[in-house]
């Protein structure tokens, strides 16, 4: 079975940045397609972003232009690096992966985004 651990999030005041990392038990990393979620108190959980197995990559607009996803296959590791944070940022972050019809969660790292 797929392990995910993310870990970076933390405290941070608004324009300040972030790097959430996401590292992945699985022996073939390279051939999943990794996603990052985030889910606020009150609201649904949301796609951030999305990096293929060739680098292609998707972003919510809400974070278009700030956030910037990307993968290091031989580290087994998808990261999420997050500029010009907003207040609205503030949620738990998942990284996710579908493999063999499962959809696998990392436990979620919390980011604050406040003054």
């Known amino acids: 079975q797929v392990q995910l651990v993310e870990s970076g999030g933390g405290l941070v005041q608004p324009g300040g940045s972030l790097r959430l990392s996401c590292r992945a038990s699985?022996?073939?990393?390279?051939?999943?397609?990794m996603g990052w979620y985030r889910q606020a108190p009150g609201k649904q959980r949301e796609l951030v972003a999305r990096?293929?197995?060739?680098?292609?990559?998707n972003y919510a607009d809400s974070v278009k232009g700030r956030f910037t996803i990307s993968r290091e296959n031989a580290k087994n590791t998808v990261y999420l690096i997050m500029d010009g944070l907003k207040i609205e940022d503030t949620a738990v972050y998942y990284c996710?992966?579908?493999?063999?019809?499962?959809?696998?969660w990392g436990q979620g790292t919390q980011v604050t985004v406040s003054s």
């Open positions: 990096i293929t197995t060739d680098s292609r990559t």
């Open positions: 699985a022996m073939l990393f390279s051939i999943y397609t």
């Open positions: 996710n992966t579908f493999v063999s019809g499962v959809n696998y």
